[in-house]
């Protein structure tokens, strides 16, 4: 095909700007797709293939070309549209938010939540306009971020000690216990396992990507049994302790126990104090005196019920879940232990600590905020703890 009579040249900040752009991930697409194709012209690609390669048209990018051409980057951005004045002024915009925010069953309407459609046809049994269309909704409340149609499950603290708890664990966060700093031989583990990974052999081998093609993993696979993955992180020193086993349990969790405390610095230290939460492995007063007994320089420190939150092994196993599990492609149990093992050196070898922002101010004001919702039931506050 013959080249474009339009000569594409880029100045290095131009080039600068446009490759920037081609890169972003939070730029809207069009912005993108725009900045690729004129990179693609500069680069000598003719127009039937840069739509080709970018999924559009020639004529479109014969257009943008000439754009740029005329206007440099300017050019690439919308043009003015005058468009019709809009229908619905900032008082339907209220009424539209207003009934976002409320409990379709505080309203007498059958729903468990909203949608788009749902709305504009309240709104029109209401009498606040006359019609409404959906993509009019949805327009409106995308604007403020309002999303009734999504909802996020929660648990609400039911922990007597809730407060007291988890400002334990925030203080070691911050390398302090019952007030006084912790010394530079003295550690804080966060530990907990990571059930039921799967050991699915597909029954065909996984591709992977390809021209215009996402990686593809066979439906269908054979199961080959499961483990539990039990981790040890060290907080401050950034480093993990992992094994596998068949089972989680005492005696399982008992030997990652072993596997850290028998280590240095750990074996040598002061005290090593090791944030749990309450699964069957570590839970109460017995585990404690089970546990303390067997490593009399072991600290062990509960979570608050239902508080995995603030466990920031939690953070390494939502790290673990991407890069290492999904997607679920092993032949056996064998194959897994051996690339969670593989992947903890790896890890070990570049990681830093978690940037751990929340503290006892953060959690008195989300323990002010749950209080208000109950002013009957109002819950202490961490800093009187």
Same mark, same amino acid.
């Given at each position: 095909m013959a080249s474009s009579p339009l000569r594409t040249e880029l100045t290095a900040d131009r080039r600068g700007e446009l490759e920037s752009r *081609? @890169? /972003?991930y939070t730029l809207p697409?069009? %912005?993108?797709? @725009? *900045?690729? $194709?004129?990179l693609m012209a500069a680069d000598g690609v003719a127009n039937n293939e840069i739509a080709e @390669? $970018?999924?559009t048209s020639p004529q479109v990018v014969h257009r943008w070309r000439k754009r740029f051409a005329e206007e440099g980057i300017d050019g690439l951005a919308d043009r003015d549209r005058s468009g019709r004045p809009r229908v619905f002024g900032a008082a339907v915009v209220t009424e539209v938010k207003a009934l976002a925010c409320q409990l379709p069953a505080t309203t007498g309407v059958p729903l468990s939540r909203w949608s788009s459609a749902e709305l504009a046809r309240e709104l029109v049994t209401r009498e606040v306009v006359p019609g409404i269309s959906a993509a009019t909704v949805w327009r409106t409340l995308r604007k403020d971020a309002i999303r009734p149609w999504y909802y996020r499950s929660w648990i609400a603290p039911r922990d007597p000690d809730f407060a007291t708890k988890a400002a334990r664990v925030l203080d070691l966060y911050a390398r302090c216990f019952e007030g006084e700093a912790l010394r530079d031989n003295e550690f804080v583990i966060s530990a907990d396992e990571k059930t039921s990974i799967q050991a699915r052999c597909r029954c065909h081998p996984t591709l992977p990507p390809g021209r215009a093609r996402l990686i593809r993993v066979e439906h269908e696979y054979e199961r080959g049994g499961a483990l539990a993955y039990l981790a040890a992180y060290d907080v401050h020193r950034a480093r993990v302790f992992g094994r596998c086993e068949g089972t989680t349990g005492i005696v399982p969790f008992g030997r990652l126990v072993e596997q850290v405390m028998s280590s240095e610095p750990y074996a040598s230290a002061e005290r090593v104090f090791w944030v749990v939460d309450n699964g069957s492995s570590h839970r109460g007063k017995a /585990?404690?005196? @089970? $546990? %303390?007994g067997e490593w009399p320089t072991l600290r062990l420190v509960h979570l608050p019920v239902h508080a995995s939150w603030l466990d920031q092994v939690e953070i390494y196993f939502s790290v673990v879940q991407p890069k290492v599990v999904s997607p679920n492609d092993f032949f056996d149990l064998d194959a897994i232990a051996e690339r969670l093992a593989a992947f903890e050196v790896r890890y070990n070898a570049a990681a830093r600590p978690f940037d751990w922002k929340f503290d006892r101010d953060d959690l008195d004001e989300l323990l002010a905020r749950i209080a208000a919702h109950e002013p009957g039931a109002p819950l202490p506050l961490a800093a009187a703890a």
């Open positions: *081609a @890169r /972003s697409y069009w %912005q993108v797709v @725009r *900045a690729k $194709l004129v @390669r $970018l999924g /585990s404690v005196d @089970r $546990l %303390q």
